[in-house]
């Protein structure tokens, strides 16, 4: 997936991938991160 | 002055359940709900179950300590169609009734909000009453209550109560805000303040009692749980532990508060040790009160599903932390694992800092520790919300890491999750799914030789208060006394 360019949300789950870390990777590969949060569904 | 350290030990643990059908309503996702749709109301409670399920159900006995949290490995699911024997008390606590609880609720209540309905209040006395923990000054605190009529004109009128019902649907008191303009003192905040309060005070009485434990000798109380006691001025104030002292006798002693979502309870348990420890207090009692907020936060996924509501319970946790004494398992200080701010928010990076630190820093290996206690939400709540098995995901976590440093194959992973892991059983309440729910188990173990070691790790989701995009965790380690 080419991400260079594009804008991100990244929805992350404490449990899982947190928020800021698919907002990390997204960045890395050149992507705008216009909104990251994390969310527990617990 | 000079004095040497002591070494911490956790002397005691006890739980306490209510259940609390007629509470659903007032979790935060259906109170939200029935607010955009009166009709979600009649769709719950169609789907409450009976006290006697709840008692039955295989999750809450493996809570109280009827059954070992690994024997729910051989018990087929659904646990919910399971018809197996209803005890109300086991081992570490018990499942209080809803009619208890709500009387309960008005024994704990000392500023006059709850108000019950007089034939309603002497049925519960009754039942109360037979109650071993509960005494005649706590049954003088119920009152003659209030004509129905009364509690009727108190919800409609013009700082409107909020009513009470029971699992039926019948109207046996109300709730009432503490002032006029305040959100803080509004009665749906209070009720879930209250509720905490009243949990975690069985707990400690529960713990007090059966333990044989003198109330007067506990100097200092630590409360785990997340409710926001304060006003308007000062919301999340705090200091329920001092109430919860206040009502369990413990006549010498003051408290504090200690709040990190879910993650409250390790960092108090460590905060607990440490103070004994460093012989500041010769004991320190922890208490986590009960989340009324979430009550039936997960029952659109279950009337999807067609089974029952199954966050009808209040949970609550008390610990007792105390010198050595030979026997108790012993809190392991100085291998406490923490989430810093640095580390990242990688589930690698964070487990390595719960998981892996603490480990390296005695020498042991991942499968030194017999059982890993984590998040332990049940999973039969959380799949069909779509929430998934999250002790499952969290144990995954941990023997990827023991793959990683070669300690297990990856085959061997399954295994490993199965042999230090366990199933999720814990009713989802917040702070008290967090790793305590197996303090009772790991302590009985710990005690008879068929552990050595527990680990007991938690993360707090502290990006829901929207102050940090972070989360946190906390571990530490129980050893076996020899």
Redesign the interface.
């Known amino acids: 997936m080419q991400l260079q360019g594009k804008k991100v949300i990244a929805l992350g789950e404490r449990d899982g991938v947190q928020g800021s870390a698919i907002a990390e990777c997204a960045r890395s590969a050149g992507a705008e991160v216009v909104l990251e949060t994390t969310y527990c569904f617990v | 002055m000079t004095q040497t350290l002591e070494q911490p030990v956790i002397r005691g643990v006890r739980f306490f359940l209510a259940h609390t059908p007629g509470l659903v309503r007032y979790g935060s996702k259906p109170s939200r709900d029935i607010a955009r749709d009166a009709t979600v109301a009649a769709a719950i409670g169609s789907h409450l179950r009976s006290y006697e399920a709840a008692v039955a159900y295989p999750p809450n006995r493996a809570f109280l300590g009827h059954i070992h949290p690994d024997a729910l490995t051989s018990i087929p699911r659904p646990w919910f169609t399971s018809d197996g024997p209803g005890v109300r008390w086991g081992a570490h606590g018990e499942l209080m009734p809803e009619e208890e609880f709500y009387g309960l609720l008005k024994i704990c209540d000392v500023f006059e909000l709850v108000r019950l309905e007089a034939g309603f209040i002497e049925a519960a006395r009754t039942a109360l009453a037979a109650h071993p923990l509960l005494t005649a000054a706590d049954l003088k605190r119920l009152g003659t209550g209030v004509p129905e009529a009364a509690i009727v004109a108190q919800c409609g009128g013009t700082m409107p109560a909020l009513p009470l019902y029971l699992r039926n649907g019948r109207l046996i008191g109300c709730m009432q805000s503490a002032h006029e303009a305040d959100a803080s003192l509004a009665a749906d905040v209070l009720l879930e303040n209250l509720a905490c309060k009243a949990s975690a005070v069985m707990a400690l009485r529960t713990l007090l009692v059966q333990e044989q434990l003198d109330p007067n000798a506990i100097p200092y109380v630590l409360n785990s749980g997340e409710e926001a006691v304060g006003d308007r001025y000062q919301r999340g104030g705090g200091n329920l532990a001092k109430a919860v002292a206040e009502m369990c006798g413990c006549q010498s002693a003051t408290g504090v508060d200690i709040k990190g979502f879910c993650c409250g309870p390790v960092h108090a348990l460590m905060v607990a040790g440490s103070l004994v420890s460093a012989r500041v207090f010769s004991q320190v009692a922890v208490v986590g009160g009960c989340a009324l907020a979430k009550l039936g936060m997960k029952y659109r996924g279950h009337l999807q599903h067609d089974q029952p509501v199954l966050e009808d319970v209040l949970a609550a946790v008390a610990m007792l932390v105390g010198p050595d004494d030979g026997q108790a398992p012993r809190l392991r200080l100085d291998a406490l694992g923490r989430h810093t701010v640095a580390a990242?928010?990688?589930?690698k990076a964070i487990f390595e800092h719960l998981v892996s630190g603490p480990l390296g820093r005695l020498g042991l290996r991942f499968t030194d520790v017999d059982k890993y206690a984590t998040?332990l939400?049940n999973p039969e709540v959380?799949e069909p919300?779509?929430?998934?098995n999250?002790p499952q995901?969290?144990y995954r976590v941990i023997a990827g890491l023991a793959a990683l440093r070669k300690e297990i194959t990856p085959a061997q992973v399954p295994d490993f999750v199965a042999t230090h892991g366990m199933p999720g059983y814990s009713p989802?309440q917040g702070h008290i799914?967090s790793a305590v729910p197996f303090l009772g188990h790991a302590v009985d173990g710990l005690r008879d030789g068929s552990m050595q070691r527990v680990m007991f790790l938690a993360?707090g989701?502290l990006?829901?208060g929207r102050m940090t995009?972070?989360?946190d965790g906390m571990s530490l380690i129980l050893e076996r006394n020899l």
């Not at chain 2, 990242?344 to 589930?347: F, K």
């Not at chain 2, 919300?385 to 998934?388: D, E, I």
């Open positions: 990242g928010s990688s589930q998040e939400h959380t919300a779509g929430s998934g999250v995901l969290n989802t799914a993360k989701s990006f829901l995009q972070m989360a």
